[in-house]
């Protein structure tokens, strides 16, 4: 009994403690140095492992057995956000995968995967032939009930095949529109839209914890538009999403802020300003977001069609003694150029010089130049500012940490505000050389309203 029970023992660690792998082959091997895997949560992107890819490109990795089943992500190359794939662990079984950067992805091993795949391409085909069948303008009600029940046995098929898969969540997510009888192709595409949130769930944890929600948000805010006022068509499909999106906060707070950073990199302040205002805001301040809330105000503070935030500027006077005034003070331009920039910036280095060689033909009354350094060389920025007299400069310390900075909502180095008389921000060129072509088109303008006036 004593022999048996030791002998139990030995065996049940590795009973316990059984590991689930992942195998890879990298192709072509030489591109890939290393993989690093990522447990995919709502919020963030969790460490999970890592390993050297060898030199004919494969890898291993040991899945812990407390792995929680879920999406993960594979990086394999910098930057992460840009060179990674996702894909399904269960830790019910090993994963064997070979990524081509040409092919794509593909599985040798992974009932999961295999199965959210096969749905994928089956799908894919099905939609092919919609597209075939509108595209080619005759009209087949035959042909076009045997295409949508193609689609509809499809879907069945694999919700039947899935049950109890993860993928079964993402497979009923996808759950396609399907007309109950012929429709003309802009019905078609309306119905699609109206019933693009019909079968997702934003309460599903699987959903959140992927990039399924984030993707499929995206795809419907930019792919249903009205080209000829897009911005319109933006705000409107936010107000959709926001309604599918239900009773769902955090969730909610999620996705808007991936849609209020999609158009302000795009530096699209209507829509932006738009979804910061109307909902981001709110969500941002009921969370305790302080950062994510200065950011949407910044933003919006600092849009065109604005007062810019005012502040303090050290000007001299006409017996050279220093006193300090506003931005909102000052007078006598009919435009000002904020120059954001920086001692230790090349691109601010090599701009500087030439707008103030731009600046040397034109008077004060068409331009003054407010050069804000964000820095933190004193004296390297006080022996610089030497070289240009004619600028009203001010040292933004702290470099990134400074308010100035901050309202302006200035991410880079150099950057261009112009203000009217009034102090307006009424452009923001990203360039020395956008900058010259857009003071230039303000002259013409300018010029054109005054030979209209004489005219009048």
Request: glycine share 4%; hydrophobic share 35%; charged share 25%.
């Amino acid at each position: 009994m004593t022999r048996k029970l030791l002998f139990l023992l030995a065996i049940l660690p590795s009973v316990l403690f059984a590991q689930h792998t992942i195998k890879g082959t990298f192709t072509p091997a030489e591109d890939f140095k290393f993989a690093f895997l990522y447990r995919v949560t709502a919020e963030t992107s969790l460490f999970v492992a890592n390993a050297d890819v060898a030199e004919d490109g494969t890898f291993e990795m040991a899945l812990d057995e407390a792995t929680i089943p879920g999406t993960y992500r594979l990086v394999y190359s910098q930057p992460q956000e840009q060179f990674n794939f996702d894909f399904i662990i269960n830790n019910k079984e090993d994963i064997v995968l070979k990524f081509d950067l040409e092919k794509g992805l593909t599985f040798d091993k992974s009932t999961e995967n295999k199965m959210y795949n096969s749905y994928n391409r089956s799908m894919a085909l099905v939609n092919k032939s919609i597209r075939n069948y509108y595209g080619s303008g005759k009209e087949d009600k035959t042909g076009y009930s045997k295409i949508f029940n193609i689609l509809k046995d499809t879907q069945k098929e694999f919700e039947k095949a899935s049950d109890g898969m993860i993928a079964n969540n993402f497979i009923k997510a996808c759950s396609p529109y399907i007309p109950n009888g012929l429709e003309d192709v802009s019905t078609f595409s309306k119905n699609i839209k109206s019933n693009y949130f019909s079968n997702i769930n934003f309460g599903n944890k699987t959903l959140q914890d992927s990039n399924f929600l984030i993707k499929t948000t995206i795809d419907y805010v930019i792919g249903f538009i009205d080209r000829k006022n897009p911005d319109a068509s933006y705000m409107e499909n936010v107000d959709t999403v926001v309604k599918a999106i239900g009773d769902n906060p955090k969730i909610k707070g999620i996705l808007l802020e991936v849609l209020w950073n999609q158009f302000s990199i795009e530096n699209n302040e209507v829509v932006a300003n738009y979804i910061g205002s109307k909902y981001l805001l709110n969500s941002a301040r009921a969370n305790n977001d302080n950062e994510l809330a200065n950011n949407i105000i910044y933003f919006k503070n600092a849009s065109i069609g604005n007062i810019g935030p005012d502040f303090n500027i050290e000007i001299k006077d006409e017996k050279d003694k220093i006193k300090v005034s506003k931005l909102s003070k000052l007078e006598g331009s009919n435009n000002y150029l904020l120059f954001f920039w920086s001692t230790t910036c090349s691109h601010c280095l090599d701009e500087i010089p030439q707008l103030k060689e731009f600046i040397k033909s034109k008077t004060k009354e068409d331009i003054q130049v407010i050069a804000i350094a964000l820095d933190n060389d004193l004296y390297r920025w006080k022996e610089l500012t030497y070289d240009y007299p004619d600028f009203l400069h001010v040292f933004g310390e702290g470099k990134w940490d400074n308010p100035i900075g901050d309202q302006y909502n200035v991410t880079a180095t150099p950057s261009y505000f112009v203000l009217d008389k009034d102090k307006k921000i009424i452009g923001k060129p990203e360039d020395i050389n956008t900058f010259k072509k857009y003071f230039e088109g303000l002259a013409k303008a300018k010029k054109a309203d005054s030979v209209l006036e004489k005219k009048e």
